[in-house]
């Protein structure tokens, strides 16, 4: 599916893949690390946090115990008038903007064992001081558990909060200190010095503790409760342990009891109020054991990293978004002109090289690639303008030689019978030209009227040349021949010619004979000529012996000597050129004498006509159809018994 | 065709294998020449291992033969047989040529 997309379309594909890769690898890195980074300083952040309000708790509830314990240990020790105790409990309420009212508490038996109830109270309402006794029977102090529980364990404490009705009628904590009188050597006990505060004052300490937007700080006592906490509802309402309950939440449980036995901790834990996760730092106040943790909501505190994800995945993908065109462009401007050249190439494949190459300014490989297929169009241009032009003239030359080729053909004589008029004789021909002009030839003509001249020759080499040196041959021999002299003196003649100047070394291998139309007489020269085949009536045909001069045209001064041999009548001679053979079949293998012997042979006794056609039919057969470079020639010449002219006396000129 | 020359003493021993028609006869008449051009006179052609010579063949020795003649040197031949001795023979080129039936009668001779 890829394979056929476009260069530029995998370009953008890879490199915005492997671009995005790489960017999500230190995208999630980057996340990973800030987070943890974050985390650790919101630790840092929480602890610091809590340790601060906690001190600041502390300190307060220090402030608060040292008013009691100052006045229990005076009390004790020095005596004490009622009158003068009850501006120095106002002034200690009124001086400390920590305490919201305090209390010296007397055991109502006292330690004479008679005294009546009596607790001076002085505490702060709407700003205004106000003085109580709370030994009054409607509330009873000794009955509460801010008096009860230090009088049991001998120590001061502070007493979980509650709703002190009838007397502060708020909600508060109370310190308490019991104090004691030396009866005889009885250390006896003798009341209770309490100071309060108020619950409301810790919520303002508490609420105070914002971080970012929906974190928030809560208190609970040293049994769960909620001190402090922005839902107003839980407060002296509900335990941490109710809403593991509710919550059915194992953890927070144990959260719980880890706070309970004064322990500080950083966990998760999900917000009561707005129910997101948070971290909570928790932390107890040494004092009086409760314990003040803060929430700190994950979302908004990661909602940096986030916003700051956000930011990086936007310039990410703006980027990867550059890079896509930035890849594009590039991708265009190697694609287009490809594209480009791939179309002017089809252009060219069909022919027209004159199509408008994209123009390419660069230098680059696409530059250099632009480049060399200019530099091939018009090399292919050049090449095929020339080829045309050889073409042509290969063609003129060809139709030069296939003119050449015709010309050779029709200076033979190719009318058969030549005289028809001349029963005496017979004489038949046939020439099968190469493909290549070939320089095979014959020619046969009457001197006089009894004296028949004949001629095979082949001249060397082939072509236009051995054409022209064809024609100059046969028409000197004609011209010589027609002065009456022997064979043997017409090769001789022809020979000077042809040598002199002959710088091309050019020759012919000519045989001429001549025929006695009257008595049969052959007489002939052999200029380097295969020798013919005599075939006589009663003997197996043979070939002519004692030729063998040398080819014409190759010495100036070559002499040729002219033999005779007599025919009978019906008696011939079968000539032929080395065409016949060295005639070859597929395999290479010549036709040769001795096949051309024994086909002459078999034919013998027939018209020569015959003859020939059935020889010329077996070569085509022996070579079945491999090419032949040479022409193949045969003439075969018949001397015939003649009633007519025997009787009209030419037997004297026999005799 | 396979054309290879070696001199013994001033004589230019020519070994001639394949066929030596209108295709091969000129590369054999250049290298030839080639030779005659630096001044060699006497050529041997040892012809025993030729099967085949056509008329372009014949036409290539004669052109060297009368360069040779021209200088007063010499071409002679040996090893001729089958019918490449057969061509020689009715071309004439026997009664023109001196041919030895091998190699060191030749050389022998021209000593």
Same mark, same amino acid.
């Given at each position: 599916?890829?394979?056929?997309?476009?260069? #530029?379309?995998?370009?953008?594909?890879?490199?915005?893949? %492997?671009?995005?890769?790489?960017? /999500?690898?230190?995208?999630?890195?980057?996340?990973?690390?800030?987070?943890?980074?974050?985390?650790?300083?919101?630790?840092?952040?929480?602890?610091?946090?809590?340790?601060?309000?906690?001190?600041?708790?502390?300190?307060?509830?220090?402030?608060?115990?040292?008013?009691?314990?100052?006045?229990?240990?005076?009390?004790?020790?020095?005596?004490?008038?009622?009158?003068?105790?009850?501006?120095?409990?106002?002034?200690?309420?009124?001086?400390?903007?920590?305490?919201?009212?305090?209390?010296?508490?007397?055991?109502?038996?006292?330690?004479?064992?008679?005294?009546?109830?009596?607790?001076?109270?002085?505490?702060?309402?709407?700003?205004?001081?106000?003085?109580?006794?709370?030994?009054?029977?409607?509330?009873?102090?000794?009955?509460?558990?801010?008096?009860?529980?230090?009088?049991?364990?001998?120590?001061?404490?502070?007493?979980?909060?509650?709703?002190?009705? $009838?007397?502060?009628?708020?909600?508060?904590?109370?310190?308490?200190?019991?104090?004691?009188?030396?009866?005889?050597?009885?250390?006896?006990?003798?009341?209770? *010095?309490?100071?309060?505060?108020?619950?409301?004052? !810790?919520?303002? *300490?508490?609420? %105070?503790?914002? *971080?970012?937007?929906?974190?928030?700080?809560?208190?609970?006592?040293?049994?769960?409760?909620?001190?402090?906490?922005?839902?107003?509802?839980?407060?002296?309402?509900?335990?941490?342990?109710?809403?593991?309950?509710? =919550?059915?939440?194992?953890?927070?449980? &144990?959260?719980?009891?880890?706070?309970? =036995?004064? &322990?500080?901790?950083?966990?998760?834990?999900?917000?009561? *109020?707005?129910?997101?996760?948070?971290?909570?730092?928790?932390?107890?106040?040494?004092?009086?054991?409760?314990?003040?943790?803060?929430?700190?909501?994950?979302?908004?505190?990661?909602?940096?990293?986030? =916003?700051?994800?956000?930011?990086?995945?936007?310039?990410?993908?703006?980027?990867?978004?550059?890079?896509?065109?930035?890849?594009?462009?590039?991708?265009?401007?190697?694609?287009?002109? !490809?594209?480009?050249?791939?179309?002017?190439?089809?252009?060219?494949?069909?022919?027209?090289?004159?199509?408008?190459?994209?123009?390419?300014?660069?230098?680059?490989?696409? $530059?250099?690639?632009?480049?060399?297929?200019?530099?091939?169009?018009?090399?292919?241009?050049?090449?095929?303008?020339?080829?045309?032009?050889?073409?042509?003239?290969?063609?003129?030359?060809?139709? &030069?030689?296939?003119? #050449?080729?015709?010309?050779?053909?029709s200076i033979l004589p190719k009318i058969f019978p030549p005289f028809p008029d001349r029963p005496e004789f017979d004489i038949y021909a046939v020439i099968e030209p190469a493909r290549e002009v070939g320089g095979d030839f014959y020619d046969f003509f009457f001197i006089d009227d009894k004296n028949f001249c004949f001629v095979i020759g082949d001249v060397s080499g082939k072509g236009v040349p051995a054409a022209l040196f064809m024609a100059v041959t046969k028409t000197l021999i004609k011209a010589t021949a027609q002065r009456g002299i022997d064979p043997g003196e017409i090769l001789t003649n022809v020979n000077r010619e042809l040598s002199q100047g002959n710088d091309s070394?050019?020759?012919?291998?000519?045989?001429?004979?001549?025929?006695?139309?009257?008595?049969?007489? /052959?007489?002939?020269?052999?200029? $380097?000529?295969?020798?013919? !085949?005599?075939?006589?009536?009663?003997?197996?045909?043979?070939?002519?012996?004692?030729?063998?001069?040398?080819?014409?045209?190759?010495?100036?001064?070559?002499?040729?000597?002219?033999?005779?041999?007599?025919?009978?009548?019906?008696?011939?001679?079968?000539?032929?050129?080395?065409?016949?053979?060295? #005639?070859?079949?597929?395999?290479? &293998?010549?036709?040769?004498?001795?096949?051309?012997?024994?086909?002459?042979?078999?034919?013998?006794?027939?018209?020569? =006509?015959?003859?020939?056609?059935g020889i010329m039919e077996n070569i085509a057969s022996f070579s079945r159809g491999a090419l032949q470079s040479d022409d193949i020639t045969i003439m075969m010449i018949q001397f015939k018994k003649n009633e007519e002219r025997t009787a009209s006396g030419i037997t004297d000129v026999r005799a | 065709m396979e054309i290879t020359t070696r001199k013994e003493k001033q004589v230019i021993v020519v070994s001639l294998q394949g066929r030596l028609d209108a295709v091969t006869a000129p590369e054999l008449e250049r290298r030839l020449s080639a030779l005659i051009v630096q001044g060699e006179l006497f050529f041997l052609l040892n012809m025993n291992g030729l099967e085949y010579i056509?008329?372009?063949?014949?036409?290539?020795?004669?052109?060297? #033969?009368?360069?040779?003649?021209?200088?007063?040197?010499?071409?002679?031949?040996?090893?001729?047989?089958?019918?490449?001795?057969?061509?020689?023979?009715?071309?004439?080129?026997?009664?023109?040529?001196?041919?030895?039936?091998?190699?060191?009668?030749? !050389?022998?001779?021209?000593?």
């Open positions: 599916m890829l394979r056929n997309r476009g260069i #530029a379309f995998k370009l953008i594909l890879f490199f915005t893949l %492997s671009s995005g890769l790489i960017l /999500l690898l230190i995208f999630g890195f980057n996340y990973r690390f800030s987070r943890l980074l974050f985390e650790k300083k919101m630790a840092d952040d929480a602890e610091n946090l809590v340790h601060a309000k906690v001190n600041r708790i502390e300190s307060s509830l220090l402030a608060v115990q040292k008013v009691p314990d100052t006045l229990a240990s005076l009390l004790e020790n020095s005596p004490y008038r009622k009158e003068e105790l009850l501006p120095l409990l106002r002034a200690l309420v009124n001086n400390n903007p920590d305490i919201y009212g305090a209390a010296i508490a007397f055991e109502p038996s006292g330690v004479d064992g008679k005294s009546p109830p009596f607790a001076p109270y002085f505490f702060k309402q709407q700003g205004e001081l106000k003085y109580a006794d709370l030994g009054k029977a409607s509330y009873r102090y000794d009955h509460w558990d801010w008096y009860q529980l230090p009088k049991e364990i001998n120590h001061s404490a502070w007493s979980e909060p509650y709703y002190d009705d $009838g007397g502060g009628n708020i909600l508060m904590a109370t310190y308490s200190v019991p104090f004691y009188r030396m009866s005889g050597s009885n250390r006896q006990f003798a009341g209770i *010095v309490t100071a309060d505060i108020n619950l409301d004052w !810790l919520q303002e *300490v508490v609420s %105070s503790i914002k *971080v970012l937007e929906t974190g928030y700080g809560f208190l609970i006592s040293k049994n769960g409760t909620f001190l402090t906490h922005p839902l107003r509802e839980l407060i002296m309402n509900e335990t941490l342990f109710g809403i593991a309950e509710a =919550r059915n939440d194992a953890r927070l449980r &144990e959260i719980g009891r880890k706070m309970i =036995r004064g &322990e500080s901790g950083f966990v998760p834990f999900r917000s009561i *109020v707005s129910q997101e996760p948070c971290w909570m730092y928790y932390m107890p106040v040494p004092a009086n054991g409760w314990t003040l943790a803060v929430l700190f909501p994950q979302n908004e505190f990661t909602a940096d990293i986030a =916003r700051l994800s956000r930011m990086i995945i936007i310039l990410g993908i703006a980027g990867l978004l550059l890079l896509s065109i930035a890849v594009a462009f590039i991708a265009r401007s190697i694609t287009n002109p !490809l594209a480009a050249m791939a179309q002017a190439s089809k252009a060219i494949a069909t022919g027209n090289l004159d199509v408008e190459l994209p123009a390419c300014a660069s230098n680059d490989e696409v $530059g250099k690639l632009a480049e060399a297929f200019r530099y091939m169009k018009e090399s292919l241009k050049e090449y095929i303008t020339q080829l045309t032009e050889t073409t042509a003239s290969k063609e003129r030359i060809e139709s &030069e030689l296939k003119i #050449a080729h015709d010309i050779q053909v070394c050019m020759f012919a291998t000519i045989f001429c004979g001549m025929l006695n139309t009257e008595t049969g007489a /052959l007489s002939f020269a052999n200029g $380097g000529h295969n020798s013919p !085949l005599i075939v006589r009536r009663d003997k197996e045909p043979e070939f002519l012996a004692g030729t063998g001069g040398l080819v014409v045209g190759a010495m100036e001064d070559a002499a040729y000597a002219t033999q005779t041999v007599p025919l009978e009548p019906d008696e011939s001679l079968f000539l032929y050129t080395d065409g016949v053979t060295e #005639a070859m079949d597929a395999r290479g &293998e010549f036709y040769s004498d001795e096949r051309l012997n024994q086909q002459v042979a078999q034919h013998r006794g027939n018209p020569i =006509r015959q003859i020939i056609e | 056509s008329s372009a063949g014949l036409r290539g020795i004669l052109a060297t #033969a009368k360069k040779l003649k021209e200088k007063q040197g010499k071409i002679v031949f040996a090893g001729l047989k089958g019918t490449v001795e057969e061509v020689f023979k009715i071309s004439g080129f026997l009664s023109i040529f001196t041919a030895f039936d091998s190699e060191e009668a030749a !050389l022998r001779t021209m000593e």
